[in-house]
């Protein structure tokens, strides 16, 4: 038998939460990207960060619930035969195969 708890240390109401792939850290800022009038050009917004859980984060200040964040997509390049899935895993070792042979 098992059981997933969850204990609440502290809890706010009225705040503005952002899921935590939308906020990112850049030179010791933590920032966000806020849609612009040109699309192709979000403005990098610093911001101020409250408490967070396992998927979202408090926003204190920087924001306010008018802005819309841009949530930049990760992608990342070609996976080679002997590669692990996970681009973070170790890479496997190449496999090495003998031609098939007709009998």
């Not at 792939?21 to 850049?26: D, M, S, T």
């Not at 967070?52 to 390049?77: P, R």
């Amino acid at each position: 038998m098992s059981a997933n708890i969850s204990i609440v240390q502290q809890e706010k109401d009225d705040i503005l939460i952002l899921p935590l792939e939308a906020v990112k850290k850049y030179k010791d800022k933590t920032v966000v990207f806020v849609k612009t009038a040109d699309q192709k050009k979000p403005e990098k917004r610093e911001i101020t960060a409250g408490l967070s859980d396992d998927d979202n984060i408090e926003i204190a200040s920087g924001l306010n619930e008018n802005d819309t964040v841009v949530v930049m997509k990760q992608t990342y390049s070609g996976q080679a035969k002997n590669q692990a899935v996970n681009p973070f895993m170790p890479q496997r070792p190449a496999r090495t195969t003998a031609p098939a042979r007709g009998h």
